[in-house]
């Protein structure tokens, strides 16, 4: 069975952006087997709005355009999306110690699936209860 994770957005976007030196060992090898098709990835809608505000804005340098970034992430059966629901919304109300509101429905994401967290944080993971890989 693959390896599953949740990505925070600083992880993804230094990945995705070849910047993966910022990167944590276990972080970006968790990367590198995703890519090769032995672990899977979750985004939560946060992190694709997040990328798409700051690719916007040009604090982010895609390859190419976000949409057609998006779309070739996705279609790589590597990386899923997540959709903000309602049971994202349950599992973050509890994490309020997480004064960020996209770092709590980032971890809530992670607490829902069930999955570790790729974040350099380790503060969110120890208030979620969750697995930080880094």
């Given at each position: 069975?693959?390896?599953?994770?949740?990505?925070?957005?600083?992880?993804?976007?230094?990945?995705?952006?070849?910047?993966?030196?910022?990167?944590?060992?276990?972080?970006?090898?968790?990367?590198?087997?995703?890519?090769?098709?032995?672990?899977?990835?979750?985004?939560?809608?946060?992190?694709?709005?997040?990328?798409?505000?700051?690719?916007?804005?040009?604090?982010?340098?895609?390859?190419?355009?976000?949409?057609?970034?998006?779309?070739?992430?996705?279609?790589?059966?590597?990386?899923?999306?997540?959709?903000?629901?309602?049971?994202?919304?349950?599992?973050?109300?509890?994490?309020?110690?997480?004064?960020?509101?996209?770092?709590?429905?980032?971890?809530?994401?992670?607490?829902?699936?069930?999955?570790?967290?790729?974040?350099?944080?380790?503060?969110?993971?120890r208030i979620a209860g969750?697995?930080?890989?880094?």
């Amino acid at each position: 069975m693959a390896e599953l994770a949740v990505t925070d957005t600083h992880a993804l976007v230094w990945y995705a952006t070849g910047v993966d030196r910022k990167l944590g060992r276990r972080a970006r090898r968790l990367f590198e087997r995703a890519d090769a098709g032995r672990a899977a990835i979750f985004l939560p809608a946060i992190v694709l709005v997040e990328i798409a505000e700051n690719v916007q804005t040009g604090r982010i340098r895609l390859e190419m355009p976000f949409v057609d970034w998006e779309e070739a992430l996705f279609s790589s059966a590597r990386y899923f999306p997540v959709e903000l629901n309602r049971a994202v919304v349950r599992a973050s109300e509890g994490l309020y110690g997480i004064p960020e509101r996209g770092d709590r429905l980032i971890a809530g994401t992670a607490v829902h699936l069930g999955c570790p967290l790729i974040t350099r944080d380790p503060e969110i993971g120890r208030i979620a209860g969750l697995e930080v890989i880094w």
